[in-house]
């Protein structure tokens, strides 16, 4: 049996500044949601419950041999508005959340070209609950775009459920771009989860796809504790169909301190078509945080 983790009660008694810093996020975060709200609160109707903001911020360090330098800093700032019934948000954030999905990978393909440093949106839902979404902002490089989602899942059995995916967007300099994905997860036990996840991009600016499948183990020791076993291959369709990367890693995620603050131990190996396929050997150290007020 996995050793209990310390009680979040007991470990606030140490280290104070954590909590004042996180209030002091989570304050300044949600004054901006009721700012939001309210400016969309028209005179004489009824206010609804107060907005919400959230906030997601990640360091990290992922050296590996032949590339030591390789560091990380990602955050992304959500504001519900009950006043519109929930149907607009406001999304903050230096990166593309569609191509990150979520589950980190090392060294990327262009990441740094693809991702969205500091992207504004608007992003608007006929229904709380529908699988559509559109949005409307800024980004990469202050270009305006517009983006249209649709996002469904289905139960196949008790332990097998498959998501997708499909959105297509469009810069005013980068021109038209789409994204098509399916997530099969399939749970063998309640700690273990098997996911194969696939992506493709359309990036018209290059006119090419970009490409990336992983097959992940994610396995729960105890209520803060994770492991997340993986293969990861990336490759791009021109000149031709072919493999640039692939990577295979095992990721220990930790609650630690606080029920807001995780950090992530993940050695692992990668092969790259531009060192011509010899393994580079790296850790990566991460910290992310939660805040927000519930």
């Known amino acids: ?56 911020i990640k360091l990290a ?16 700032v959500r504001v519900r508005l009950p006043n519109l019934k929930n149907r607009l948000d406001v999304v903050l954030s ?11 990978t090392i060294a990327s393909n262009d990441r740094a070209n693809d991702r969205e440093r500091i992207s504004l949106a608007l992003r608007w839902r006929a229904k709380p609950d529908s699988g559509f979404s559109h949005r ?16 469904n899942d289905f139960t196949i059995s008790k332990q097998t459920n ?8 469009y810069y005013n300099r980068d021109g038209f771009g789409a994204h098509f994905s399916a997530q099969l997860d399939h749970s063998s036990s309640a700690q273990s989860l098997y996911r194969f996840d696939n992506n493709f991009y359309f990036r018209d600016q290059s006119n090419d796809w970009l490409w990336r499948h992983a097959w992940q183990n994610l396995y729960q020791l105890n209520k803060g504790t994770a492991i997340i076993s993986g293969y ?21 995620r930790q609650n630690t301190l606080r029920d807001w603050l995780f950090y992530e131990i993940e ?16 850790l990566a150290l991460r910290l992310e945080g939660f805040f927000g007020h519930n």
């Open 1 to 56: 049996m996995s050793t209990p983790l310390v009680s979040v009660a007991q470990e606030d008694k140490d280290y104070p500044w954590l909590d004042t810093m996180h209030e002091n996020i989570a304050d300044s975060v949600g004054d901006s949601a009721i700012w939001f709200d309210n400016f969309f609160l028209l005179e004489g109707n009824k206010k609804q419950q107060n907005a919400k903001g959230e906030v997601r």
């Open 61 to 76: 360090w992922e050296p590996r041999s032949r590339s030591v330098g390789n560091f990380e800093s990602r955050f992304r």
């Open 94 to 104: 230096d990166y593309d959340d569609e191509l990150d999905r979520g589950d980190d």
């Open 136 to 151: 409307i902002g800024v980004g990469r490089r202050l270009q305006p775009f517009v983006k249209s989602r649709y996002r």
């Open 162 to 169: 498959v998501r997708w995916e499909t959105s297509v967007y």
């Open 232 to 252: 990861y291959i990336e490759g791009l369709s021109q000149p031709n169909y072919r493999l640039d990367e692939h990577l295979a890693s095992v990721r220990w």
């Open 267 to 282: 050695p692992f190996i990668l092969w790259r078509r531009d060192e011509s396929f010899a393994p580079s050997y790296g």
